[in-house]
């Protein structure tokens, strides 16, 4: 099954995707976390993309299409992928339509957590003061809501068209968005 996580930065994706990984043995594909292992190796693509992080604006569609390509066969050995902040734009969901189709495979279904903007800053403000990633800082976090708000949210309504996606309450705590997550996933026909 490929499922993609879905929701806004601070919604909850990163910790929900890697709990489906430990008990679902899915592989979890993280762009961003693929940008700043990039960033740390000092690779050549970690220094084209540093000042992009660092502002909370988006790379470039072709970058990042081109990191889940790369790691698609490995997904696809392990049943499938959680696709966890990509697509970011209805370019990237294009490419990965047509990515998996190649593949014989399809994208089963979209769960967005939803999270209200005041407890999103507040979980933004505590990550920040608890791990100090320079882009949660308050001033371009501002700016990674805006790049979702601009450029993400035009995705609802393309899964939507699709029949795939479905909204869940992200407010809740992990192990209620998790219940929920597992009941959604429970009604998906792969
Ligand atoms: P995340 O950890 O998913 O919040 O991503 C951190 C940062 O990486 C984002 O603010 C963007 O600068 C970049 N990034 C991650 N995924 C994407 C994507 N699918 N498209 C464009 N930029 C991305």
Redesign the pocket.
């Known amino acids: 099954m490929n499922l993609i996580l879905f929701g806004p930065?601070a919604a909850g994706k990163g910790t929900q995707a890697k709990r489906l990984v430990d008990e679902h043995g899915m592989v979890q594909l993280?762009?961003?976390?693929m940008?700043r292992a990039a960033i740390a190796s000092g690779s050549e693509l970690g220094q084209k993309v540093k000042g992009?992080?660092d502002r909370?604006?988006?790379?470039t569609d072709e970058i990042?299409i081109a990191l889940i390509e790369d790691r698609l066969p490995e997904a696809e050995a392990a049943g499938g992928a959680i696709f966890d902040?990509?697509?970011?734009?209805v370019a990237?969901a294009e490419a990965l339509d047509a990515m998996l189709a190649g593949r014989g495979a399809k994208v089963d279904v979209v769960l967005r957590l939803k999270v209200d903007e005041t407890a999103l800053t507040g979980r933004i403000a505590k990550r920040f003061a608890e791990q100090g990633r320079p882009?949660d800082n308050p001033e371009v976090f501002g700016t990674?809501l805006k790049a979702y708000n601009d450029q993400t949210a035009p995705l609802l309504p393309y899964y939507k068209g699709q029949g795939k996606l479905v909204e869940l309450d992200g407010m809740g705590s992990v192990e209620a968005v998790a219940a929920d997550i597992d009941a959604a996933l429970g009604q998906v026909v792969k």
């Open positions: 930065p993280s762009t961003g976390d940008l992009v992080l909370g604006e988006l790379v990042v902040g990509f697509p970011r734009t990237q882009d990674r």
